[in-house]
């Protein structure tokens, strides 16, 4: 059973009752014009002006009660649609988070943000009318159809010719429309994903002024967006005036007949009225149908794209990691640190010994390696420089540490344990990551902090913020650790961020940190103290940096070209054994310095 079936039949028992009471209703409602009928044949010609009052009186207890009948069918409804929509976001938002890293970047952030708003929103709208107006439309026609035939089977005879004919058409409608909201789909999507582009990247266009010109690309998918809707529009707005026409041609048919009929004594003037009132109903019913199949062609497109999310199989997906993430976090919070964290997963605390044995890797789809048989080892403790060009591998052979990718050909061990075989929840919880582009939320500077271990002490976070470097900027903060950030740290300076970003994977009490460029916009003193705080720590660190100054100290330096492992060792050793790393050290040095070691780096 699909995810969505199951989620509705979670209220099946409010989607009866809103059908049940949408029947009551729409039971009295066709017997309204037969009353009127009676009003007309038996009130108002015989001039009885009791009966007319009797009649009268029923006609109004008929209309409370399909008005109350109404109200309820109603709240059943958005009882239904609400609930769906709501279960349905949190089991997409559930999903989304499960994915691999991969799998999230096929989809394109922009597109689940789609799916997970406006998508569902659709649905919730289609379920709720299809509660209350679509599941009316059959049953108004049929019901009219058969009334009128009841009233006067001559005259019902013509609604019965007009219907199947109206219906073929609207089925052909449906068929096209379908296509052409999906392409609107398409296209919203493709506006959500340049205006988020845009909106993140804003300071660059000003500074570039490209603003025209993002401008114009804006307008441009723009248009196409307009004109997909107007076509689509088009094609279900034509149907209408069509419906019309048929319909009125009926129901001159009706009076043209009715009146022989009438003038022949074999209807009277009630029946007339009250198949008119019957084609009217019908009209009202299938007018709705272009808008109601626009609505069902747009939940159809919408309900696909769920799907697809819901649907994807994702083999390396991070489901066991996310279900176990709220498990340990409470624990977690009261043993504390990665022992703490380990415990709460059932196992010993890692140590954090890294051995990398021939690691080849490829991004899943690419053809080229971008790491080529690369081996080192790491003991507890010790810091390791990843040093090299840009796109040279360092991110990529980091990454594979937390297990965001698996290793295409080699081993990669984490204390003598293959990482494929270690639960990825446990060695996640003994890492500290702090990517090379920063990324804060909106909140306040503490909950950044925290952020990065559930339920940690103040104490503990001025304590990482100490060790970070960003403890005294922060007090100097007009709320010190209680002042807001704005979107991704806005009223923040570069290093600031970076700093605060360390900070986040420091109150982790990681047993592995990993620092990806991080220190890059850290002045040589700053970065200095930082280190020295991280060798206290003594957690194993990976830090990718282009400064002599911090591989100076390092335990190990991994030069990296090209991905491939070119020269590995101690500072002294390096500037024995390889050209390069000395050519780096003299440029930094300002000594003899050689252009292109630099911009090799750069
Ligand atoms: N998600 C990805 N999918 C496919 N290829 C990628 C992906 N990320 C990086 N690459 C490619 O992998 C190679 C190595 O990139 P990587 O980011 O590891 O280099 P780097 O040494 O960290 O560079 P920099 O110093 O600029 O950050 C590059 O050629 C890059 O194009």
């Known amino acids: 059973m699909s995810v969505m079936t199951a989620i509705f039949r979670k209220y099946r028992i409010a989607a009866i009752s809103a059908i049940v ?80 890293y991969e799998v999230f970047n096929r989809f394109a952030a922009s597109s689940l943000i789609t799916r997970l708003t406006g998508d569902i929103t659709v649905l919730q709208d289609v379920i709720f009318m299809c509660l209350r107006f679509a599941s009316r439309v059959p049953l108004v026609v049929i019901g009219s159809v058969v009334m009128a035939l009841v009233v006067h089977v001559k005259l019902g005879l013509l609604l019965t010719v007009t219907v199947p004919v109206l219906l073929g058409f609207v089925l052909w409608m449906i ?7 999906r392409a609107v789909q398409r296209r919203t999507d493709s506006v959500n994903g340049l205006i988020q582009e845009n909106l993140t990247g804003m300071r660059l266009i000003r500074v570039f002024v490209r603003m025209s010109h993002e401008i114009g690309r804006f307008e441009q998918r723009n248009r196409d967006l307009r004109q997909g809707t107007v076509a689509a529009l088009k094609l279900t707005e034509t149907t209408m005036p069509f419906l019309l026409f048929i319909m009125n041609a009926g129901i001159i048919a009706v009076l043209w007949f009715g009146r022989i009929e009438i003038a022949d004594g074999g209807a009277s003037v009630g029946e007339v009225v009250a198949v008119i009132n019957y084609s009217l109903r019908t009209i009202g019913a299938l007018s709705a ?42 624990a977690e919070v009261e043993m504390g640190g990665t022992a703490g964290m380990a415990a709460a997963a059932g196992a010993s605390p890692i140590q954090g010994r890294i051995e990398f044995s021939e690691v080849s890797f490829r991004y899943p789809g690419r053809e080229e390696m971008v790491l080529e048989r690369v081996s080192f080892t790491a003991e507890p403790g010790q810091r390791i420089a990843v040093m090299g060009a840009t796109g040279s591998g360092k991110s990529s052979l980091v990454q594979l540490i937390p297990g965001m990718y698996e290793p295409t050909e080699g081993m990669i061990r984490i204390d003598g344990i293959d990482i494929r ?146 020269a590995s060792g101690k500072h002294e050793e390096l500037l024995q054994r390889s050209e390069l790393y000395r050519r780096i050290c003299e440029s930094q040095q300002g000594k003899e310095a050689e252009p292109h070691a630099v911009q090799d780096l750069h």
């Not at 068929?175 to 909201?181: D, E, I, V």
């Not at 609505?295 to 769920?306: D, H, I, T, Y």
């Not at 605060?500 to 700053?526: E, F, G, N, Y």
């Open 21 to 100: 009471m949408l029947l009551i209703e729409l039971a009295v409602e066709l017997i309204q014009p037969l009353i009127i009928s009676r009003i007309i044949d038996h009130g108002i010609r015989q001039h009885e002006v009791s009966v007319a009052w009797i009649w009268g009186g029923v006609l109004m207890a008929s209309a409370l009660v399909a008005f109350l009948a109404g109200i309820t069918s109603s709240f059943f409804a958005s009882h239904v649609s609400q609930g769906f929509g709501y279960d349905l976001r949190d089991k997409l938002y559930e999903k989304v988070q499960s994915f691999s």
């Open 175 to 181: 068929r096209k429309a379908s296509a052409l909201f």
């Open 289 to 330: 149908l272009s808008w109601i199949m626009s609505s069902l062609s747009r939940g159809a497109a919408s309900g696909g794209r769920v799907r697809e999310v819901l649907e994807e199989e994702d083999p390396v997906g991070e489901r066991e990691v996310f279900l176990a993430e709220s498990v340990d976090a409470e």
């Open 421 to 566: 075989e270690l639960d990825r929840k446990r060695l996640r919880r003994a890492i500290g990551y702090v990517p090379q582009e920063v990324m804060l939320f909106s909140g306040t500077i503490r909950e950044n902090i925290a952020w990065g271990r559930e339920g940690s002490t103040l104490e503990q976070i001025q304590a990482a913020a100490r060790q970070a470097q960003i403890h005294e900027t922060i007090e100097r903060q007009p709320h010190g650790y209680e002042t807001r950030l704005g979107q991704r740290g806005v009223n923040l300076s570069g290093g600031q961020k970076q700093r605060l970003s360390i900070a986040r994977a420091l109150v982790r009490q990681p047993a592995i940190l990993i620092l990806d460029d991080s220190t890059s916009a850290l002045d040589v003193r700053t970065e200095a103290a930082l280190l020295e705080e991280v060798s206290r720590l003594s957690c194993t660190t990976l830090l990718i940096t282009q400064k002599i100054s911090s591989t100076a100290t390092a335990d190990l330096i991994l030069l990296m070209d090209d991905g491939q492992l070119i």
